[in-house]
């Protein structure tokens, strides 16, 4: 495992969030605005965090592909491309996002604190397209009242989980995460019974104890997005968190996700939209519809720490020999399956 030192990808769930997405402008002055805050982002945390030493505040900063292409340039993460459209039995979008500030805290005020601070460097050069405000529910629970995140891997296999080692070593200690934000039909939830709920889920609705196998219908929440190879088990690390505008009616779950790869949970992602085999998708998605969907690098905090505004992006063809992988090529964002028609209702 590399010695660099990685972003606070694993820290533990926090009782406020803010979710920033960003687009930044084209052009090399911009580039080199998001250098410069990339480079005193560490000492923003501190700065902030040191006004209450127990706010546990913490801020992972993601970068897309053309993002990183205009603002680093070669050598590039060997798995880093846009997010790509699902086109199932429901739709998952693919929406803008070049960058991603992921700021977690006990206390709201240092979030926001945080977040305005980020803006405010790079304005003129970068634009916020969403934002959203996440709060702790109850006992990690989602506005569907199920506790979310009880799978989640813990210390080292969290490490194992998300932390590139040895697959691309330019980028050891990097990781990857994919975001999406889903707004919930909460009156068409709280109309299905809750024993249907529960085999949606896959879980018991207030104990949390998982069905037993017998009782989990393949399509259950967490019947798809257990996805394994050569026999192990392949974990992300997911750190969702509920939002909502009750003056909107809008309810929903942020969902972010953290992994050494992201075909991981796109694998996850097609299970659930398109189906295991196709047309068995998540019922979930019947009544949780996703609105943004963004892919992101997470370079390590020495990375972050040692960037310069002064440093001109490499362009790839003038990196000869160094051994970096080209980027993913991109899915046709019109490659959908067409199984529609599958639809079943619940």
Known sequence: MSSATPQAVGEKLTSAAIFLTLTLHRGPEHGATLRDLCADLSSLVRGVGFRAPDGRLSCVMGVGSEAWDQTFGAPRPKELHPFREINGVHHAPSTPGDLLFHIRAARMDLCFELAANIVSRLEGSAVVVDEVHGFKYFDERDLLGFVDGTENPVKQDAVAATIIGDEDLDFAGGSYVIIQKYLHDLKKWDAIPVEQQERIVGRKKLSDIELSEAAKPSYAHN???????????????????????????????????YAKSPARIERMLGNMFIGLPPGNYDRLLDVSRAVT????????????????????????????????????????????????SLKEEI
């Open 223 to 257: 019947v798809l997005t257990n996805i394994e190879e050569n026999g192990e088990q392949l974990q992300i690390l997911r750190d969702n968190m509920p939002f909502g505008d009750v003056g909107k009616g809008e309810f929903g779950t942020y969902f972010i996700g």
């Open 293 to 340: 969907g963004s892919l992101f690098f997470i370079p390590t905090a020495d990375f972050l720490d040692a960037t310069s505004a002064d440093a001109e992006p490499v362009a790839a063809e003038d990196v000869q020999g160094a051994g970096e992988s080209p980027p993913v090529e991109q899915a046709s964002p019109k490659g959908s399956l067409g199984i529609g």
